[in-house]
């Protein structure tokens, strides 16, 4: 970001030490650290959750294609169909079986009642 070499930074420590004195100096030097180490802290942080967004949008790009690439949804919705369909034909043929039964009771009893 910054390029900032020894000669810079001893021009900014003889500045700072005739400004603010050297019994504050030390004590601003520790407040200075403190702040830009929270500062960068701040910075890593949100760079972090940057790329997890990013990482999370890239996932579910992915798991899109894939659901629209694989064609195992598919294949799944035609076997419940087929299911769904056996299960109707097997209730109509219970259905027509128990009206058989019933009235072939009714025609023997019909036939011992006489």
Do not use: C, Y
């Not at 890593?44 to 690439?69: F, G, H, R, W, Y």
Request: no cysteine.
């Amino acid at each position: 970001m910054f390029d900032v070499g020894f000669f810079e930074l001893a021009v900014i420590g003889i500045v700072a030490l005739l400004v603010v004195g050297p019994e504050r100096l030390p004590g601003l030097a520790k407040t200075a650290g403190m702040w830009l180490g929270r500062g960068r802290r701040f910075v890593s942080t949100v760079k972090q959750d940057i790329e997890q967004e990013l990482q999370a949008e890239e996932l579910k790009k992915m798991l899109n294609e894939q659901k629209i690439d694989n064609p195992l949804h598919e294949i799944i919705e035609e076997t419940k169909q087929s299911f769904d369909d056996i299960k109707q034909d097997t209730a109509e043929a219970v259905k027509s079986l128990d009206s058989v039964t019933s009235k072939e009771g009714d025609d023997e009893s019909d036939n011992k009642q006489s």
